[in-house]
């Protein structure tokens, strides 16, 4: 079984804990943590890590410091990380991207369109509806990462690095229901990746 360190950023547990969940019953052992748990050196104790959404703006300069240790630590990390949502915002954060205040608080299922064959759409449809929950977005793709996907309100939906295993998806895949399931079945695929 691959063992995963899911990083909980929320400042309580309840709604992590629909990641944790879909983790452990795509396949992994889970291991949570919260931020003051979040170095590289713990991270590739792992196979691979997930980061959590969270309340916090990437946009302000206090959040920026309050995450600067996990910030570090996706960037020097050597195992797989799938970033959700606020995740996704760290990890574009880390490698130069600017994250700013969006002109609508979306919290709906939303189309989103994967624009290129990569293991984590595998098996499901070109378009696909996945939930989003947020009020910022990544402004540009980072230096060295590639576009998987956009959606009706995110141009950047999901990226993944170009030589490295770091995937980041502005959705929640977590947040999945019987008609959209397609968000569960792309946490399955990141639990593959790890094997």
Known sequence: MVR??????YPTTERFERLRKSLAENGAE???????GTEASRFNEFDGVALSGAPDMMSEQSTQRKFRAEVDAIRDAQVPVLGVCFGHQLMAH???S???????HV??????TALVRDPLFSG???DMMLL????EVVQALPASFRLLARSETSPIAAMKHDRRPLYGVQFHPERFTPDNSAGN?????FVKLLR
Do not use: C, M, Q
């Open 4 to 9: 995963v360190l899911a990083v909980n950023n």
């Open 107 to 112: 919290l709906r299922f939303v189309k989103t």
């Open 98 to 104: 600017v994250v700013v205040k969006n002109k609508e």
């Open 124 to 126: 499901l449809p070109r």
């Open 185 to 189: 079945r792309i946490i399955r695929n």
């Open 94 to 96: 880390a490698f130069g």
């Open 132 to 135: 989003e929950s947020r009020e």
């Open 30 to 36: 889970v291991t949570s943590t919260d931020r003051a």
